[in-house]
């Protein structure tokens, strides 16, 4: 067991996985001196900044039966390329007849936190969630980051890498030697009996914290990572949520249409879930704008550890008894 940060397990992934498969090469706007200077130029392309043209050439590498790793770097870079991403990738090998397969992972990064403005603040992972073809994850932790990257480029399915930016210099144990998590698979990094908690990326480390507090008060916190968007383990949260009998969902994207309301659909759409819910769902998500460029006002904007208290306090305020 080693310690690396977020970002150093995906790199070591991608080494890994083109070590062992000659099919894998790797596209980025940005030279990445680790594996340029293991692989060189015949498999790590410094490509222009064009991300539709990078899109259109993994997708056609794919089907040539290469492995191409797509690193939008900023998902903001990569809506130029919704044509390549929502009409190609995630529809080829339906409109092909199954006869060819398209195996690529896109890399890209998300979430605030950064002063970097609206344009570059962005998690849009519930629009691509929207596309039916396409599979995608958000891993919390170096160790998740490293397996679900490992998954994904032996998959044979278009595949999107969603990246908190907040987490890249995050340091965390990962095992030795060759590892993969599932995709669908969520991971309980908390057990708990009075609330669920359902969190992504960076705010699981933010729920984890809210746990600790809460605990001394008697409160226990159970806190999940979904850590695969597309396929979502359901399953892992509504078992979770009938133990409870409440749920808060903590997403750095913004309500509407999003996530967090996939989550508080999947739980209240089973009867058998439904019925063990002894309070509404509560939501715990960023404002519904434009994200700010001063510090001050991006975090007025982004939830964090405090709202994720008073959101579990609202719901245990509003629970009302169920019967056995």
């Known amino acids: 067991m080693r310690e690396l940060t977020y970002n150093q397990a995906a790199l070591e992934a991608i080494?890994?996985?083109m070590r062992r498969d000659p099919k894998v090469f790797y596209m980025s706007t940005d030279a990445l001196p680790s594996l340029w200077n293991e692989f060189g130029a015949d498999r790590i392309k410094v490509m222009p900044i064009a991300e539709s043209a990078i899109t259109g050439m993994g997708i056609g590498a794919a089907g040539s039966g290469f492995r191409p790793i797509v690193d939008w770097r900023q998902v903001t870079f990569c809506f130029v390329a919704m044509d390549q991403i929502v009409n190609q990738a995630a529809k080829i090998h339906y409109m092909f007849g199954g006869q060819a397969k398209f195996p690529m992972l896109f890399r890209a990064s998300v979430g605030g936190g950064?002063?970097?403005?609206?344009?570059?603040?962005?998690?849009?992972?519930?629009?691509?969630?929207?596309?039916?073809?396409?599979?995608?994850?958000?891993?919390?932790?170096?160790?998740?980051?490293?397996?679900?990257i490992k998954t994904a480029i032996r998959d044979n399915n278009p595949v999107i890498s969603f990246e908190s930016g907040r987490l890249m210099g995050l340091k965390g144990p990962v095992p030795d030697g060759d590892?993969?998590?599932?995709?669908?698979v969520a991971d309980v990094k908390r057990q708990g009996s009075d609330v669920t908690v359902v969190a992504l990326a960076w705010l699981v480390h933010e729920a984890l914290a809210a746990a600790d507090t809460l605990a001394a008060e008697g409160i226990s916190v159970e806190v999940i990572?979904?850590?695969?968007?597309?396929?979502?383990?359901?399953?892992?949260?509504r078992a979770s949520v009938r133990k409870t009998g409440r749920l808060v969902v903590a997403d750095e994207a913004g309500p509407t249409a999003g996530f967090s309301a996939e989550v508080a659909t999947l739980v209240t759409e089973d009867p058998e879930t439904f019925a063990r819910l002894q309070a509404p769902v509560k939501r715990v998500c960023a404002l519904q704008v434009p994200i700010p460029y001063s510090p001050v006002l991006e975090n007025a904007v982004f939830p964090d550890r405090s709202r994720?208290?008073?959101g579990i306090r609202e719901v245990l305020r509003g629970s009302r008894a169920v019967a056995a």
């Not at 950064?114 to 170096?142: C, E, R, W």
């Not at 590892?179 to 669908?184: E, N, R, S």
């Not at 968007?229 to 892992?236: H, R």
């Open 15 to 17: 080494a890994e996985e």
């Open 114 to 148: 950064g002063q970097v403005a609206a344009q570059h603040s962005q998690s849009p992972y519930s629009m691509f969630m929207n596309v039916a073809g396409l599979k995608m994850f958000l891993p919390s932790t170096p160790a998740d980051m490293k397996g679900l």
């Open 179 to 184: 590892y993969t998590i599932p995709l669908g």
């Open 225 to 237: 990572d979904p850590r695969s968007l597309v396929p979502l383990d359901s399953d892992t949260i």
């Open 308 to 310: 994720i208290i008073a």
